[in-house]
């Protein structure tokens, strides 16, 4: 089956800083992939469809410029939480979908990030 | 605009018995619907879709789902619960007309909990 990857599983960073999240499909090309976050005991809440070769479109309230995304190519897209902040703790998942219009989405094992 | 709603935070069942686990959906043309689980920091794992054709859907680890258009619902079942089916199950609907970037609107998530 399609696997989708995502690394690292675990980070923590100082606030301050920024740290790159990647997800790579690793078996089939993914022309989109979306990014999600997860809060504690809570559903997915959409950040952002990644497009490749082309800009990312930001959900109403995702501030762009605190998270890049780039999708440079067909088996990857990569986020980057700059300038991190204790508030941008959580869970962040990414997944992509494949070339046919009703594939189910596929799923990274997620990233849980710390920001002290 | 798509919804989904999962009524229920948790359902607690005994191992061996049937399992259930509600869905209602909204969306204003044709739905695509998808049941996923997702265990303790890990990404989302494919169940199972319904995208046409017949009503009941089967997927993995026995599970399967019944899309009912007049009560807009696609609840997903298991007819005998495994204490390893105890996790967290998300409703997802996409909308066929919709245009911008396929996204995919999961319910709140409930938490099945197996007994043994």
């Known amino acids: 089956g399609a696997v989708v990857s995502q690394h690292p599983s675990r980070v923590i960073c100082k606030s301050g800083t920024s740290v790159k999240i990647e997800c790579r499909s690793l078996?089939?090309?993914?022309?989109?992939m979306f990014w999600y976050r997860q809060f504690p005991k809570q559903s997915l809440m959409l950040m952002a469809t990644?497009?490749?070769?082309?800009?990312?479109?930001?959900e109403q309230g995702v501030e762009k410029d605190k998270f890049l995304i780039n999708h440079a190519s067909l088996t990857l897209s990569t986020l980057t939480v700059t300038s991190a902040h204790p508030e941008d703790s959580s869970f962040y998942i990414c997944s992509a979908r494949g070339q046919v219009d009703n594939s189910p989405l596929h799923f990274g094992n997620g990233t849980r990030l710390t920001v002290t | 605009a798509q919804s989904v709603a999962q009524p229920e935070d948790q359902v607690n069942v005994a191992e061996g018995n049937p399992l259930t686990v509600k869905c209602t959906y909204s969306v204003s043309g044709n739905p695509y619907l998808f049941w996923y689980v997702q265990y303790p920091n890990r990404g989302l794992q494919f169940l199972l879709k319904y995208i046409t054709g017949d009503n009941l859907v089967k997927g993995s680890y026995g599970f399967e789902a019944e899309f009912n258009k007049s009560q807009t619902s696609f609840h997903l079942k298991k007819p005998s619960a495994l204490v390893s089916d105890s996790a967290l199950y998300f409703c997802a609907v996409r909308d066929r007309a919709e245009a911008a970037g396929n996204k995919l609107t999961f319910g709140g998530g409930t938490r099945v909990l197996v007994k043994p």
């Open positions: 078996d089939f090309q993914a022309t989109t």
């Open positions: 990644s497009n490749e070769g082309s800009k990312a479109t930001y």
